[in-house]
Protein backbone atom coordinates (compact mmCIF):
# COMPACT_ATOMS: atom_id res chain seq x y z
CA UNK A 1 0.00 0.00 0.00
CA UNK A 2 1.42 3.53 -0.66
CA UNK A 3 2.19 6.11 1.94
CA UNK A 4 -1.21 7.31 3.10
CA UNK A 5 -3.75 5.25 0.84
CA UNK A 6 -6.88 4.83 2.95
CA UNK A 7 -5.78 7.59 5.00
CA UNK A 8 -7.17 10.80 3.04
CA UNK A 9 -10.33 11.02 5.07
CA UNK A 10 -8.13 11.56 7.98
CA UNK A 11 -5.64 13.67 6.30
CA UNK A 12 -8.22 15.89 5.10
CA UNK A 13 -9.16 16.80 8.61
CA UNK A 14 -5.71 17.55 9.67
CA UNK A 15 -5.46 20.10 6.90
CA UNK A 16 -8.56 21.47 7.49
CA UNK A 17 -8.08 21.99 11.45
CA UNK A 18 -5.02 23.77 10.06
CA UNK A 19 -1.78 21.34 11.21
CA UNK A 20 0.37 21.89 8.28
CA UNK A 21 -0.91 25.77 7.98
CA UNK A 22 2.35 27.12 9.67
CA UNK A 23 4.16 25.11 6.78
CA UNK A 24 2.18 26.09 3.82
CA UNK A 25 2.66 29.91 4.93
CA UNK A 26 6.31 29.44 5.51
CA UNK A 27 6.86 28.47 1.70
CA UNK A 28 4.65 30.82 0.48
CA UNK A 29 6.32 33.64 2.42
CA UNK A 30 9.89 32.58 1.16
CA UNK A 31 9.03 31.97 -2.11
CA UNK A 32 7.86 35.35 -2.59
CA UNK A 33 10.61 36.87 -0.93
CA UNK A 34 12.70 35.20 -2.98
CA UNK A 35 11.12 35.74 -6.70
CA UNK A 36 7.98 36.71 -8.46
CA UNK A 37 7.08 33.17 -9.19
CA UNK A 38 4.24 34.12 -11.52
CA UNK A 39 5.14 32.11 -14.34
CA UNK A 40 7.97 30.02 -12.20
CA UNK A 41 8.16 26.23 -12.20
CA UNK A 42 7.82 24.85 -9.06
CA UNK A 43 7.47 21.38 -7.75
CA UNK A 44 5.31 20.06 -4.53
CA UNK A 45 6.97 16.47 -3.54
CA UNK A 46 5.01 14.79 -1.08
CA UNK A 47 2.02 17.58 -1.82
CA UNK A 48 -0.73 15.16 0.12
CA UNK A 49 -4.43 16.68 -1.51
CA UNK A 50 -2.92 19.98 -3.01
CA UNK A 51 -3.43 22.60 -1.09
CA UNK A 52 0.09 24.20 -0.73
CA UNK A 53 0.08 23.98 -4.86
CA UNK A 54 -3.58 25.31 -4.77
CA UNK A 55 -2.22 28.96 -3.66
CA UNK A 56 1.21 28.32 -5.50
CA UNK A 57 -1.03 28.34 -8.69
CA UNK A 58 -3.05 30.93 -7.32
CA UNK A 59 0.03 33.19 -7.34
CA UNK A 60 0.81 32.70 -10.54
CA UNK A 61 3.43 29.70 -10.88
CA UNK A 62 3.41 26.53 -12.68
CA UNK A 63 3.13 24.00 -10.59
CA UNK A 64 3.50 20.13 -10.49
CA UNK A 65 2.19 18.40 -7.41
CA UNK A 66 4.20 14.94 -6.92
CA UNK A 67 2.82 12.35 -4.04
CA UNK A 68 3.42 8.18 -4.28
CA UNK A 69 -0.15 7.74 -2.95
CA UNK A 70 -2.88 7.22 -5.64
CA UNK A 71 -5.27 8.24 -3.41
CA UNK A 72 -4.30 11.69 -2.13
CA UNK A 73 -3.43 12.49 -6.09
CA UNK A 74 -7.18 11.43 -6.92
CA UNK A 75 -8.37 14.09 -4.35
CA UNK A 76 -6.02 16.49 -5.70
CA UNK A 77 -6.93 16.36 -8.74
CA UNK A 78 -10.74 16.19 -8.60
CA UNK A 79 -10.44 19.42 -6.41
CA UNK A 80 -7.86 21.27 -7.56
CA UNK A 81 -7.37 23.00 -11.69
CA UNK A 82 -4.23 24.17 -12.56
CA UNK A 83 -1.20 22.44 -11.48
CA UNK A 84 -0.24 18.87 -12.77
CA UNK A 85 -0.38 16.35 -10.82
CA UNK A 86 2.24 13.29 -10.92
CA UNK A 87 2.21 9.90 -8.94
CA UNK A 88 5.50 9.33 -7.86
CA UNK A 89 8.02 8.60 -5.55
CA UNK A 90 9.88 11.39 -4.01
CA UNK A 91 13.12 9.48 -3.15
CA UNK A 92 13.42 8.60 -7.28
CA UNK A 93 11.10 11.48 -9.19
CA UNK A 94 11.99 8.99 -12.59
CA UNK A 95 8.58 11.18 -14.14
CA UNK A 96 10.39 13.72 -13.99
CA UNK A 97 13.34 15.34 -16.33
CA UNK A 98 16.62 17.04 -15.41
CA UNK A 99 17.27 20.26 -14.37
CA UNK A 100 13.22 21.26 -15.26
CA UNK A 101 12.18 23.07 -12.07
CA UNK A 102 12.89 26.58 -10.33
CA UNK A 103 11.50 25.82 -6.88
CA UNK A 104 11.06 22.62 -5.50
CA UNK A 105 9.07 22.65 -1.98
CA UNK A 106 8.10 20.12 0.37
CA UNK A 107 5.71 20.41 3.54
CA UNK A 108 5.80 18.00 6.08
CA UNK A 109 6.92 14.91 4.11
CA UNK A 110 10.66 14.08 4.71
CA UNK A 111 9.80 12.82 8.34
CA UNK A 112 7.89 9.95 6.00
CA UNK A 113 10.42 9.34 4.01
CA UNK A 114 13.29 5.78 4.28
CA UNK A 115 15.80 7.65 2.66
CA UNK A 116 15.69 11.67 3.16
CA UNK A 117 19.18 11.50 1.08
CA UNK A 118 17.82 10.56 -2.23
CA UNK A 119 14.91 12.84 -1.64
CA UNK A 120 17.72 15.73 -1.57
CA UNK A 121 19.51 13.98 -4.97
CA UNK A 122 16.16 13.62 -6.49
CA UNK A 123 15.18 16.97 -5.88
CA UNK A 124 18.35 18.55 -6.33
CA UNK A 125 18.48 17.12 -10.11
CA UNK A 126 15.22 17.91 -11.32
CA UNK A 127 16.34 21.66 -10.22
CA UNK A 128 17.68 24.06 -12.87
CA UNK A 129 21.06 25.49 -11.71
CA UNK A 130 20.72 27.90 -9.02
CA UNK A 131 17.39 26.72 -8.53
CA UNK A 132 16.17 26.27 -4.83
CA UNK A 133 14.87 23.90 -2.42
CA UNK A 134 12.90 24.96 0.53
CA UNK A 135 11.57 21.67 3.04
CA UNK A 136 9.38 21.82 6.29
CA UNK A 137 9.57 19.29 8.77
CA UNK A 138 7.81 18.20 12.05
CA UNK A 139 10.88 20.12 14.80
CA UNK A 140 12.58 17.06 15.76
CA UNK A 141 13.58 18.20 19.24
CA UNK A 142 10.31 19.45 20.01
CA UNK A 143 7.62 17.28 17.88
CA UNK A 144 8.78 14.20 18.53
CA UNK A 145 7.70 10.56 20.59
CA UNK A 146 10.43 11.39 23.17
CA UNK A 147 9.43 14.62 23.70
CA UNK A 148 6.15 14.92 26.89
CA UNK A 149 4.43 18.04 27.70
CA UNK A 150 4.58 18.87 30.70
CA UNK A 151 1.12 20.92 30.45
CA UNK A 152 2.71 24.27 31.09
CA UNK A 153 4.43 24.82 27.47
CA UNK A 154 7.66 23.17 28.60
CA UNK A 155 8.40 19.72 27.50
CA UNK A 156 10.72 17.25 28.30
CA UNK A 157 12.92 15.59 25.94
CA UNK A 158 14.22 11.54 26.13
CA UNK A 159 15.79 10.87 23.42
CA UNK A 160 17.00 12.47 20.44
CA UNK A 161 18.79 9.93 18.02
CA UNK A 162 17.89 8.67 14.90
CA UNK A 163 15.42 5.78 14.39
CA UNK A 164 12.15 4.75 13.04
CA UNK A 165 8.83 4.73 15.41
CA UNK A 166 5.47 4.07 14.76
CA UNK A 167 2.78 5.70 17.99
CA UNK A 168 0.84 4.08 19.90
CA UNK A 169 -2.89 2.90 19.40
CA UNK A 170 -4.33 1.93 16.18
CA UNK A 171 -6.30 3.47 12.98
CA UNK A 172 -4.13 6.43 12.80
CA UNK A 173 -1.81 7.80 10.68
CA UNK A 174 1.23 7.47 12.82
CA UNK A 175 0.20 4.25 14.31
CA UNK A 176 -0.17 2.97 11.06
CA UNK A 177 2.56 4.25 8.87
CA UNK A 178 5.31 5.45 11.49
CA UNK A 179 7.79 8.28 10.61
CA UNK A 180 11.52 8.57 10.88
CA UNK A 181 13.00 10.75 13.13
CA UNK A 182 16.40 12.15 12.64
CA UNK A 183 18.18 14.78 14.39
CA UNK A 184 18.60 18.20 12.90
CA UNK A 185 22.13 17.73 12.14
CA UNK A 186 21.58 14.76 10.18
CA UNK A 187 18.74 16.77 8.18
CA UNK A 188 21.25 19.46 7.48
CA UNK A 189 24.76 18.05 6.50
CA UNK A 190 22.34 15.63 4.22
CA UNK A 191 21.18 19.26 2.33
CA UNK A 192 24.45 20.71 2.08
CA UNK A 193 26.11 16.62 0.88
CA UNK A 194 23.50 16.06 -1.74
CA UNK A 195 24.88 19.57 -3.34
CA UNK A 196 23.00 22.31 -1.45
CA UNK A 197 24.08 25.82 0.09
CA UNK A 198 21.82 26.77 2.83
CA UNK A 199 20.49 30.24 2.63
CA UNK A 200 18.48 30.20 5.57
CA UNK A 201 16.73 28.24 8.44
CA UNK A 202 13.73 28.60 11.16
CA UNK A 203 11.73 27.56 13.24
CA UNK A 204 8.53 28.61 12.40
CA UNK A 205 5.79 29.98 14.85
CA UNK A 206 3.25 28.39 16.52
CA UNK A 207 -0.39 29.36 15.14
CA UNK A 208 -2.22 27.10 17.44
CA UNK A 209 -3.80 27.99 20.36
CA UNK A 210 -2.02 25.20 22.43
CA UNK A 211 -0.15 25.99 25.79
CA UNK A 212 2.96 25.01 23.71
CA UNK A 213 5.45 27.41 23.22
CA UNK A 214 8.16 25.92 22.15
CA UNK A 215 8.68 25.68 17.75
CA UNK A 216 6.13 22.97 16.29
CA UNK A 217 8.17 23.06 12.82
CA UNK A 218 11.55 23.77 11.41
CA UNK A 219 12.19 24.91 7.93
CA UNK A 220 15.49 25.53 5.38
CA UNK A 221 16.18 27.07 2.50
CA UNK A 222 19.18 26.16 -0.05
CA UNK A 223 20.39 26.93 -3.47
CA UNK A 224 21.68 24.10 -5.68
CA UNK A 225 25.24 24.26 -5.85
CA UNK A 226 27.83 21.41 -7.15
CA UNK A 227 28.07 18.68 -4.77
CA UNK A 228 31.16 18.42 -2.76
CA UNK A 229 33.33 15.84 -3.86
C1 LIG B 1 2.12 14.60 6.11
S1 LIG B 1 1.63 14.49 4.44
C2 LIG B 1 1.97 16.13 3.86
C3 LIG B 1 1.13 16.52 2.69
C4 LIG B 1 1.28 17.97 2.24
N1 LIG B 1 2.62 18.27 1.80
C5 LIG B 1 0.85 18.90 3.33
O1 LIG B 1 1.70 19.63 3.87
O2 LIG B 1 -0.35 18.89 3.66
C6 LIG B 1 2.91 13.58 3.70
C7 LIG B 1 2.63 13.27 2.22
O3 LIG B 1 3.82 12.73 1.67
C8 LIG B 1 3.45 11.65 0.81
N2 LIG B 1 4.61 10.77 0.69
C9 LIG B 1 5.14 9.94 1.62
N3 LIG B 1 6.19 9.28 1.14
C10 LIG B 1 6.35 9.71 -0.14
C11 LIG B 1 7.26 9.39 -1.18
N4 LIG B 1 8.23 8.50 -1.00
N5 LIG B 1 7.12 10.02 -2.36
C12 LIG B 1 6.12 10.92 -2.57
N6 LIG B 1 5.22 11.25 -1.63
C13 LIG B 1 5.33 10.65 -0.44
C14 LIG B 1 2.26 11.01 1.48
O4 LIG B 1 1.50 10.25 0.59
C15 LIG B 1 1.53 12.24 2.01
O5 LIG B 1 0.59 12.73 1.07
Redesign the pocket.
Known amino acids: M???DGFAEQ?REM?KKG??EA??RYIMRQLTRLDDIRNKSIC??????G??CRRMAFAGARVTG????AE?IAIARGDIAGVRWVQ????SLGSLPDESFDYVV????LM??PDHRA?FRASRRILKPDGVMIWVIMHPCFQSPFSHPLGDGSRKVLDYKEQFWKSQGTGT?RSTLGAYHRPLSAYLNDFMEAGFSVIRVDELERLDSSVDVLPAHFAAVGRKVRPSV
Open positions: AQYYVGPSFDIGCGQELVDLSQDDAMSSVMDVVI
